[in-house]
């Protein structure tokens, strides 16, 4: 079974600054997709950027970018000029690339934005 | 709006009840999933379907049951409930030609006192 492994409970950072927040996978699988979630306290799930693990160049979404290392199997998120706005939990998950469906999730990171 | 629909927003049931919770869709997905939230645990997988007709355990189907006869419902049973399933259900669905845009519905909370 997948697993994904979230090694940071909270984070904070300073509005403006830039800050990663780290995000390990365990797979036998070849062909996998992988997603940076963020929930607000109003419990939406919104996708904040996604990496196919046959691609080798980094996802990048405006201040949003991921430093993907398939061998090491880590997939950790950069967030560039921090918004008050980006405060919330971030979760890191795994979708494998056969025929079955569901995600599964890291135990989540809850970020801080210091003003 | 198109998207993905979950009824009640909020629950509270006695230990043994039973209860379905509704999840509904109308972006004609193929793939329909259910999770539970709970504090420090992030969200996991308790059953997916790829069709209708078509279902499958994900990681912590114990005490739920599903089915799938139309595209659009995927209802999840609680057949006894227990304290321990006190938790945030998420359902969520995606097309088959996207394969990482997961549409979320907004969450129904559960307590079984």
């Known amino acids: 079974a997948q697993t994904v492994t979230q090694s940071q409970p909270e984070m904070s950072v300073q509005e403006a600054e830039t800050v990663t927040l780290s995000c390990t996978y365990d797979t036998s699988e070849s062909d996998y997709y992988l997603f940076w979630y963020k929930q607000p306290p109003s419990r939406q799930m919104i996708l904040v950027i996604r990496?196919?693990?046959?691609?080798?160049q980094n996802a990048t979404e405006n201040r949003f970018s991921v430093n993907f290392q398939k061998a090491a199997k880590s997939f950790s998120l950069k967030i560039s000029d921090s918004q008050l706005g980006d405060a919330a939990m971030y979760f890191c998950?795994?979708?494998?690339?056969?025929?079955?469906?569901?995600?599964?999730f890291g135990k989540g990171t809850h970020l801080i934005i210091q003003p | 709006n198109a998207g993905v629909t979950q009824t009640p927003k909020f629950q509270v049931l006695k230990t043994g009840q039973s209860m379905t919770l509704q999840c509904a869709q109308d972006m004609n997905h193929e793939y329909m999933s259910w999770y539970r939230q709970d504090p420090g645990m992030g969200l996991r997988l308790i059953h997916y379907s790829v069709g209708a007709g078509i279902t499958d355990q994900g990681e912590v189907p114990n005490g739920y049951n599903v089915s799938r006869s139309t595209t659009e419902d995927f209802p999840l049973r609680l057949l006894s409930a227990a304290p321990s399933q006190t938790s945030v259900y998420f359902c969520?669905?995606?097309?088959?030609?996207?394969?990482?845009?997961?549409?979320f519905g907004s969450g129904t909370r559960l307590t079984v006192v």
């Open positions: 969520a669905s995606r097309g088959p030609f996207s394969p990482y845009r997961y549409t």
């Open positions: 998950a795994y979708r494998g690339g056969g025929g079955a469906d569901g995600l599964t």
């Open positions: 990496q196919e693990a046959y691609k080798q």
